[in-house]
């Protein structure tokens, strides 16, 4: 069973930068969607962005579109959501997760991104941003 956890969160300025990882175990990575997803106090679950099994195709919600970048080494079963410029509405916990059959689509089509068909989850990590 893929299990996975994230790492990288902290506190940074406005207009600082961050770098998340997901570190996955019990399933090789290159057969699954990922998917960022954020909560901040008091909201809903939101996507931030997905990457395709291959890593091919990602695609970003327009609220972090141009400053934040997601990658994956699939050979060393590691994920990565790169954070930049950030702004202190970027604050939540950050989670990854994972889907052997949701289709990522590309940035040619609206950004949705949903919670309920991604099956494995991190148990998140703080992002505050605060100067």
């Known amino acids: 069973q893929l299990q996975l956890v994230e790492s990288g969160g902290g506190l940074v300025q406005p207009g600082g930068s961050l770098r998340l990882s997901c570190a996955a175990s019990g399933a090789r990575l290159d057969r699954h969607t990922i998917g960022w997803f954020r909560q901040a106090p008091g909201k809903e679950r939101e996507g931030v962005s997905c990457s395709s099994p291959s890593g091919a195709v990602t695609h970003y919600a327009d609220s972090v579109k141009g400053r934040f970048t997601i990658s994956r080494n699939n050979g060393e079963n590691m994920v990565y959501l790169q954070l930049n410029d950030l702004e202190p509405d970027d604050t939540a916990v950050y989670y990854c997760?994972?889907?052997?059959?949701?289709?990522?689509?590309?940035?040619?089509?609206?950004?949705?991104?949903?919670?309920?068909?991604?099956?494995?989850w991190g148990r998140g990590t703080q992002v505050t941003v605060s100067s």
């Open positions: 997760a994972a889907s052997p059959s949701y289709y990522c689509a590309g940035p040619l089509y609206p950004f949705v991104l949903v919670a309920a068909n991604f099956g494995a």
